[in-house]
């Protein structure tokens, strides 16, 4: 155990070893994101068998980790490969081009769990770059600025959702249609209380 401890803390091979760490770490991470998600998800709007179900689960989980883990393993060598082309120095733009490719090659394919993966960095990268611009003294920091950013998310879906529907993610548009839509229906006191049709 003692040679193994060696090997490991060695700092000869901390960059390597930290790329087995970073898999590691995104195989598991991305298990205990979306396992709860794909839980709930999958018994609130999936028909079908138990057995069915379970097995949906279990392709989100696997889907979503792996991708995880595999943009890690990406992302971490080609960081590791431009820094020892730099002379191991670091740039800037060394970041943006290991995401570039690992976001290629690993989420560029339309599934579903890319998807919600993708959109949900969009939106952190959105609201990141509107704070970056008031750092940087590019635009005046807004009085209140969340409340002006929620009622412009707020109105722009709503008006896609009423006039533009199929640019919509089918998601998000099947959320709307119940929300929006489906409360404007009902036949007795039965649906429109306590079924939703």
């Given at each position: 155990m003692?040679?193994?401890?060696?090997f490991?803390?060695n700092p000869?091979?901390?960059?390597?070893?930290?790329?087995l760490?970073?898999?590691?770490?995104?195989?598991?991470?991305?298990?205990?994101?979306?396992?709860?998600?794909?839980l709930?998800?999958?018994?609130?709007?999936?028909?079908?068998s138990?057995?069915?179900?379970?097995r949906?689960?279990?392709?989100?989980?696997?889907?979503?980790?792996?991708?995880l883990?595999s943009?890690v393993?990406?992302?971490?060598?080609?960081?590791?490969?431009?820094?020892?082309?730099?002379g191991?120095?670091?740039?800037?733009?060394?970041?943006?081009?290991?995401?570039?490719?690992?976001?290629y090659?690993?989420?560029?394919?339309?599934?579903?769990?890319?998807?919600q993966?993708?959109?949900y960095?969009?939106?952190?990268v959105?609201?990141?770059l509107?704070?970056?611009?008031?750092?940087?003294?590019?635009v005046?920091e807004?009085?209140?600025?969340?409340?002006?950013?929620?009622?412009?998310?707020?109105?722009?879906?709503?008006?896609l959702?009423?006039?533009?529907?199929?640019?919509?993610?089918?998601?998000?548009?099947a959320?709307?249609?119940?929300?929006?839509?489906?409360?404007?229906?009902w036949?007795s006191?039965?649906?429109?209380?306590?079924?939703?049709?």
């Amino acid at each position: 155990m003692d040679v193994v401890n060696q090997f490991i803390l060695n700092p000869k091979y901390h960059e390597v070893l930290s790329i087995l760490k970073g898999l590691r770490n995104g195989l598991v991470y991305g298990a205990k994101v979306r396992f709860p998600h794909a839980l709930v998800m999958t018994f609130l709007f999936r028909s079908g068998s138990l057995r069915n179900k379970v097995r949906l689960i279990l392709q989100a989980t696997r889907a979503h980790a792996q991708n995880l883990g595999s943009f890690v393993v990406i992302y971490k060598t080609l960081m590791l490969v431009q820094r020892y082309l730099a002379g191991q120095k670091e740039a800037s733009y060394h970041a943006f081009l290991a995401g570039l490719v690992g976001g290629y090659v690993v989420f560029g394919e339309n599934t579903n769990i890319n998807n919600q993966i993708v959109m949900y960095l969009f939106s952190r990268v959105a609201i990141g770059l509107a704070k970056l611009a008031v750092t940087r003294k590019v635009v005046e920091e807004p009085h209140r600025p969340f409340p002006l950013f929620a009622a412009l998310v707020w109105g722009l879906v709503m008006w896609l959702f009423r006039h533009e529907q199929s640019t919509i993610q089918p998601s998000l548009r099947a959320s709307m249609q119940y929300l929006y839509v489906d409360s404007n229906q009902w036949q007795s006191l039965r649906n429109l209380l306590w079924h939703n049709k």
